[in-house]
Nanobody
Framework: QVQLVESGGGSVQAGGSLTLSCVASELPSTYSMAWFRQPPGKEREGVAGIDTEGSTLYADSVKGRFTVSHDIAENVLYLQMNSLKPSDTAMYYC????????????????????????WGQGTQVTVSS
């Protein structure tokens, strides 16, 4: 069964940077992965995603500041976060969508929580003013 474990969260001043990682196990050869976040008192929202072919998708709120990437051989997903704002404070989760040949790539799949089958436990990011 697919398992995902996030790490790299912490506290940082506004304008600072953090890099999150997510180690995945038992993924198939083709998949999409994404980062979601849940601010206090709000619903979970999509942040950024990537598929095995290298296509990426970003929420407008993080475009130009965050970069998603992965190491396919090691099954590790990364999220490089720069120019952090207090509004980025949230629990960050990684998620996976195993794909077959007929499954859409990340630009079509989108960043809806319901589209992803497997989830990590999350890592907290706190950005202070």
């Amino acid at each position: 069964q697919v398992q995902l474990v996030e790490s790299g969260g912490g506290s940082v001043q506004a304008g600072g940077s953090l890099t999150l990682s997510c180690v995945a196990s038992e993924l198939p050869s083709t998949y999409s992965m994404a980062w979601f976040r849940q601010p206090p008192g709000k619903e979970r929202e999509g942040v950024a995603g990537i598929d095995t072919e290298g296509s990426t998708l970003y929420a407008d709120s993080v475009k130009g500041r965050f970069t998603v990437s992965h190491d396919i051989a090691e099954n590790v997903l990364y999220l490089q976060m720069n120019s952090l704002k207090p509004s980025d404070t949230a629990m960050y989760y990684c998620a996976a969508h195993p794909r077959g040949w007929e499954s859409p790539r990340i630009p079509v799949l989108g960043l809806r929580s319901a589209a992803f089958d497997y989830w990590g436990q999350g890592t907290q990011v706190t950005v202070s003013s």
